[in-house]
């Protein structure tokens, strides 16, 4: 038969549409192998479905304030009992990207905020020899710990300057 005598009958058959590439991959693993089923694929089978995984990811980005083991060890926003890295995996699969938030963040006035603004339009044509010159001491600190560390995400097209970072933290959590 035809590729569009295949599609003719299986359309009328089954009543749905089959492309000629179908077609082709279907002859291809059939010449290839003498039979068309699926082989067994390699690792362990998901746990979680994908509507599952999408709810997670809306948990990291709607609690900020909690870091991905404790969202494993909260048994209300994870009922399932997912790990931290199925949730931080599940939180990448739908582009959400996680800062140490600086502590200095807290500190900064809008005022603050509108002067770094201005100073980094004003140096934009600065090569990168020039900026290697400069020194912002208050950005981060030399020697973190794991305590005290505050996280933030954000969703791929975002940055951290969108964010409206000093009216107060809760106050954040309503922009998502």
């Given at each position: 038969m035809?590729?569009?005598?295949?599609?003719?009958?299986?359309?009328?058959?089954?009543?749905?549409?089959?492309?000629?590439?179908t077609?082709s991959?279907?002859?291809?693993?059939?010449y290839?192998r003498?039979?068309?089923?699926?082989?067994s694929?390699?690792?362990?089978?998901?746990?979680y479905?994908?509507?599952?995984?999408?709810?997670?990811?809306?948990?990291a980005l709607?609690?900020q304030d909690k870091?991905y083991r404790d969202i494993?060890?909260?048994?209300i926003l994870n009922?399932?009992?997912?790990s931290?890295?199925?949730?931080?995996?599940?939180a990448i699969?739908q582009g959400?990207i996680t800062?140490i938030?600086?502590k200095?963040?807290?500190?900064?006035t809008?005022k603050?905020?509108?002067?770094?603004k201005?100073?980094?339009?004003e140096?934009?044509?600065?090569?990168?020899?020039?900026?290697?010159l400069?020194?912002?001491?208050d950005?981060?600190?030399l020697?973190?710990t794991h305590?005290?560390?505050?996280y933030?995400r954000?969703?791929e097209?975002?940055c951290?300057s969108d964010?409206?970072i000093s009216?107060?933290?809760e106050q954040?959590?309503?922009?998502?």
């Amino acid at each position: 038969m035809s590729y569009n005598e295949i599609i003719d009958l299986f359309e009328s058959r089954f009543k749905r549409i089959i492309t000629k590439g179908t077609i082709s991959k279907v002859l291809s693993k059939y010449y290839e192998r003498g039979c068309v089923e699926n082989l067994s694929s390699p690792g362990r089978p998901q746990i979680y479905p994908e509507r599952y995984k999408r709810a997670l990811a809306r948990t990291a980005l709607l609690n900020q304030d909690k870091s991905y083991r404790d969202i494993e060890s909260d048994r209300i926003l994870n009922p399932e009992g997912a790990s931290d890295d199925t949730i931080r995996r599940s939180a990448i699969q739908q582009g959400i990207i996680t800062m140490i938030r600086p502590k200095r963040l807290n500190e900064m006035t809008d005022k603050d905020i509108e002067l770094r603004k201005q100073f980094a339009r004003e140096h934009l044509e600065w090569t990168f020899d020039d900026w290697k010159l400069g020194l912002f001491a208050d950005e981060a600190d030399l020697f973190p710990t794991h305590s005290g560390k505050q996280y933030m995400r954000l969703k791929e097209n975002q940055c951290m300057s969108d964010l409206n970072i000093s009216k107060g933290w809760e106050q954040k959590k309503a922009y998502y």
